[in-house]
């Protein structure tokens, strides 16, 4: 099994930060990384996939990159819509599996 | 624009069978190339992977619960569904289901890019 790590499990910052998340899996998964945001009460949505490539309507101020082992998720200015909880998840085994989460929080 | 809705009981018995289901519209369901998946999230918690099939019938489990789960597709009603056996109060979560697409650049790449709202179960007597 591919285990996901998350760094941190929260943060705290406040709006026009730049924040970045970082997530490490156990073994290579070259760039096969998607990242997700979760709001309270809502279903995740699909911000970046294939570690670097932005999803249609997800704005230019969300990024990501890394391969191999480490990757990162980057916001580059906060907004107050931003506030939420981030998830990695590996796709390089046919058997996915999610970081624990990174809870955003306003400071 | 494809949409989809999970559907089944939100109170289930311990030792029993969960059962839920998957519709989707606004698309076929054997259009493309995509898997179609159910996560899971208890309450607080994180995501959880569950298992994927493919229209074909193929399918991948989490190994952790790959001796309780079972996923089936009914093309003819553009649905696929969940069996969870003998479940018990560690079950107790909102469950989702997701379409699992294939990108492609030399590389083939999945990600879940359209989920349902969720439904919650509860495992109690």
């Known amino acids: 099994d591919i285990q996901m790590t998350q760094s941190p499990s929260s943060l705290s910052a406040s709006v026009g930060d730049r924040v970045t998340i970082t997530c490490r899996a156990s073994?290579?998964?070259?760039?096969?990384l998607n990242w997700y945001q979760q709001k309270p009460g809502k279903a995740p949505k699909l911000l970046i996939y294939a570690a670097s490539s932005l999803q249609s309507g997800v704005p230019s101020r969300f990024s990501g990159s890394g391969s191999g082992t480490d990757f990162t998720l980057t916001i580059s200015s906060l907004q107050p819509e931003d506030f939420a909880t981030y998830y990695c998840q590996q796709s390089y085994s046919t058997q996915y599996s999610f970081g624990q989460g990174t809870k955003l929080e306003i400071k | 624009q494809v949409q989809l809705q999970e559907s089944g009981p939100g109170l289930v018995k311990p030792s029993q069978t969960l059962s839920l289901t998957c519709t989707v519209s606004g698309g076929s369901i054997s259009s493309g190339s995509y898997y179609w998946s159910w996560i899971r999230q208890p309450a607080g918690k994180g995501l959880e992977w569950i298992g994927r099939?493919?229209?074909?019938?193929?399918?991948n489990y989490n190994p952790s619960l790959k001796s309780r789960v079972t996923i089936s597709v009914d093309t003819s009603k553009n649905q696929f569904s969940l069996k969870l056996s003998s479940v018990t109060a560690a079950d107790t979560a909102v469950y989702y289901c997701?379409?699992?697409?294939?990108?492609?650049?030399?590389?083939?790449?999945?990600?879940?890019?359209?989920w349902g709202k969720g439904t919650t179960v509860t495992v109690s007597s």
């Open positions: 073994q290579s998964i070259s760039s096969y």
């Open positions: 997701a379409r699992d697409t294939l990108y492609s650049n030399y590389y083939y790449y999945y990600y879940m890019d359209v």
């Open positions: 099939i493919y229209t074909s019938g193929s399918t």
